[in-house]
T-cell receptor
C-alpha cells in the first residue's frame, strides 16, 4: 500500500543544535515534495519544495534533501531556536491528480 | 496572513445538526482544498475544487458536501453531525500556473459537536 511516514514521536533538540526530521514514503514516485510548518491551532505554512531531480534545497537555516532511491526526504534546521518549535509536515505529489498526500507530522521541541 | 479567509473561527453545535463552513481563497487562486484535522492527527484531504468544478475527492463522508461558487469562494456543508466530526477544518488555495505550487492555508474553523 502507499504510505508516507514521519516520526510520530516528538523530537527534543537543544537550542543551537541541528534538528533533522525524516519523511519516508513507499509505493509513490513523487515529482516533488513539500515541507510545511504548523503551529498549534493554526494552518500549515509552506517552507520549502524540492523536485525529484534536486538533491538538496536550502533557505536560510533550512535544508531539505530528497533521495528518490531511498524514498526519503530529510529536513534540517541548523542553529535551532526555541521559536522553531512546531509540528513539521511533509507532503508529496503522487502524480495522479492535483492533491497532495500528507504525512502526520513530527513535533519538534527546541529547548533553551 | 496567508490571504485565505475562513468563517466562522469557532462553531459549537449539537449532534444531528447541519453547519456550513465558508472559505475565500487568495485573490486570483482558482483551486480550493478542504482538509479535516482531528486532535493530534494529520491532515485528511476531503475535496478539491478548481474554478467551480470538483477536481479531486479524498476521504469525504457522504454526509459532507462542498461547492465552489462563481466568485471562487467555497463552502463545506456538514450534515447529521456526529461527535467524531469535531475537528479543525482547513481550507487552502493554490496559485494557478503550476501543480507544484504551494498551498496557502486559512486559519481554520474549529468545529465542536456536543
Amino acid at each position: 500500500s502507499q504510505k508516507i511516514e514521519q516520526n510520530s514521536e516528538a523530537l527534543n533538540i537543544q537550542e543551537g543544535k541541528t534538528a533533522t526530521l525524516t519523511c519516508n514514503y513507499t509505493n509513490y514516485s513523487p515529482a516533488y515534495l513539500q515541507w510545511y510548518r504548523q503551529d498549534p491551532g493554526r494552518g500549515p505554512v509552506f517552507l520549502l519544495l524540492i523536485r525529484e531531480n534536486e538533491k538538496e534545497k536550502r533557505k536560510e537555516r533550512l535544508k531539505v534533501t530528497f533521495d528518490t532511491t531511498l524514498k526519503q526526504s530529510l529536513f534540517h534546521i541548523t542553529a535551532s531556536q526555541p521559536a522553531d518549535s512546531a509540528t513539521y509536515l511533509c507532503a508529496l505529489d503522487p502524480g495522479s491528480n492535483y492533491q497532495l498526500i500528507w504525512g502526520a507530522g513530527t513535533k519538534l521541541i527546541i529547548k533553551p | 496572513d496567508s490571504g485565505v479567509t475562513q468563517t466562522p473561527k469557532h462553531l459549537i453545535t449539537a449532534t444531528g445538526q447541519r453547519v456550513t463552513l465558508r472559505c475565500s481563497p487568495r485573490s486570483g487562486d482558482l483551486s480550493v482544498y478542504w482538509y479535516q484535522q482531528s486532535l493530534d492527527q494529520g491532515l485528511q484531504f476531503l475535496i478539491q475544487y478548481y474554478n467551480g468544478e470538483e477536481r479531486a475527492k479524498g476521504n469525504i463522508l457522504e454526509r459532507f458536501s462542498a461547492q465552489q461558487f462563481p466568485d471562487l469562494h467555497s463552502e463545506l456543508n456538514l450534515s447529521s453531525l456526529e461527535l467524531g466530526d469535531s475537528a479543525l477544518y482547513f481550507c487552502a488555495s493554490r496559485a494557478t500556473g503550476g501543480r507544484n505550487n504551494e498551498q496557502f492555508f486559512g486559519p481554520g474553523t474549529r468545529l465542536t459537536v456536543l
